[in-house]
């Protein structure tokens, strides 16, 4: 019985501790860039200043744009796109100007 006992406790630990790992990504901004972007550069430098976490995606991979696409619904392609709290949002500026609404 303890054979068995032993792997399912462990089992269900790493199960827990990945569905952990995947709410907190699901929390942080998630982040669309491409590089040598400056507006994505300015979104990145006040994260990086406020201590906000954020998931990069480069939409140079034409995988990573299509899902960028469906992220945004409309027909825009420009960057930095986020999606923050859930909500999707472009323009760097209003990107900026929500998080620090949320800031505290
Ligand atoms: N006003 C926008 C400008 C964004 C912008 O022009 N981004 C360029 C890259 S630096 C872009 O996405 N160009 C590709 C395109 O227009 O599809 C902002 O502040 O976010």
Do not use: W
Not at 47 to 55: A, D, R, S, V, W
């Amino acid at each position: 019985m303890r054979f068995l006992l032993i792997p399912a406790v462990v089992f269900l630990s790493v199960l827990m501790s990945s569905r952990k790992q995947g709410n907190a990504n699901k929390d942080k901004m998630q982040l669309y860039v491409i590089p040598g972007c400056p507006f994505c550069e300015k979104v990145k430098r006040f994260c990086n200043e406020n201590n906000i976490e954020y998931q990069l995606h480069d939409v140079t991979n034409p995988l990573i744009k299509e899902e960028m696409i469906e992220a945004r619904h409309n027909d825009k392609t420009t960057v930095p796109f986020a999606v923050v709290d859930g909500k999707p949002m472009d323009e760097s500026d209003a990107i900026i100007a929500y998080l620090k609404t949320r800031k505290g």
